[in-house]
């Protein structure tokens, strides 16, 4: 019974954590070598723009599985291990810092774009760069967390 909320459990947390390693380390790098300043912020925003509708879904439902399998599984945190408490607690903080993101640089981005303000707008998706990088090591940890926990 709970096999397809650990399957969209997994999912929405590699979708989520892959994504973020894809912008890293294959998309910014791509893009910084071959655009300039402009044509590189018009595709920032575009990615980020398509990859935040995709966490807007994926992120609710990563939390929403954990915690049902959380208390159908184990009755709640009573019944598991360190590591389930670390995974709810950066968990929690991701989605927190993804919200941060969406509301404050890449909203100010998109504004700065909007106004001709590419400076501006190259300091926002700097912002953005920062915090997706943070938010990728605590999915990192997230994920290492969770393995270690069940060995």
Same mark, same amino acid.
């Given at each position: 019974m709970l096999s397809p909320l650990y399957a969209l459990h997994l999912l929405g947390a590699v979708i989520w954590v892959g994504g973020m390693a894809f912008a890293l380390f294959a998309l910014r790098p791509a893009a910084h070598a071959t655009l300039e300043g402009a044509q !590189? +912020?018009? #595709?920032?925003? +575009?990615?980020? @723009? @398509? *990859? *935040? +509708?995709? %966490?807007w879904h994926a992120m609710p439902i990563v939390i929403a599985t954990g915690y049902a399998i959380l208390f159908l599984r184990y009755g709640g *945190?009573?019944? %598991?291990?360190?590591h389930v408490h670390v995974m709810n607690l950066t968990g929690l903080i991701m989605a927190g810092i993804f919200v941060a993101i969406a509301l404050g640089p890449l909203k100010r981005m998109k504004a700065a774009r909007a106004?001709?303000?590419?400076?501006?707008?190259?300091?926002? #998706?700097?912002? %953005? !760069?920062?915090?997706?990088? +943070?938010n990728l090591a605590l999915g990192l940890l997230t994920i290492a967390v969770a393995g270690w926990g069940r060995a």
């Open positions: !590189r +912020l018009a #595709l920032m925003q +575009l990615v980020y @723009r @398509r *990859f *935040f +509708l995709i %966490v *945190f009573a019944g %598991v291990g360190w106004g001709g303000d590419n400076a501006a707008a190259a300091g926002a #998706l700097d912002q %953005v !760069r920062k915090l997706v990088t +943070l």
